[in-house]
Nanobody, 123 residues
């Protein structure tokens, strides 16, 4: 049973930075992709970033491009989301997701999801 556990959320001010972590366990993901999503109150879940475990290829939503960076530590089986220059509109619950292909993760049809971590950015 694959488990994904997010951490690192919190309350910060606009312009600050946060780094989220997603620790994985219970499986081998050498050919998989890991993504970050977020859901703000009253809004639909949206894609944020994705990375492939093997090659490390990345992709980002336009809203975070240039501010957020997704990375991975294969030895620790952990994926990170470095968020810089945070804005109030980045406030949301952030989820990590695991899937067999980048396309599936980006589309939201991932195999496994974490429980989420709250990020709140005050103005």
């Amino acid at each position: 049973q694959v488990q994904l556990v997010e951490s690192g959320g919190g309350l910060v001010q606009a312009g600050d930075s946060l780094r989220l972590s997603c620790a994985t366990s219970g499986g081998t993901f050498s050919d998989y992709a890991m993504g970050w999503f977020r859901q703000a109150p009253g809004k639909e879940r949206e894609f944020v970033a994705v990375i492939t475990w093997s090659g490390g290829s990345t992709a980002y939503a336009n809203s975070v491009k240039g501010r957020f960076t997704i990375s991975k530590d294969n030895a620790k089986k952990t994926v990170y989301l470095q968020m810089n220059t945070l804005k109030p509109e980045d406030t949301a619950v952030y989820y990590c997701a695991l899937g067999p292909t980048t396309a599936m993760v980006v589309s939201g049809t991932a195999d496994s999801w974490g429980q989420g971590t709250q990020v709140t950015v005050s103005s």
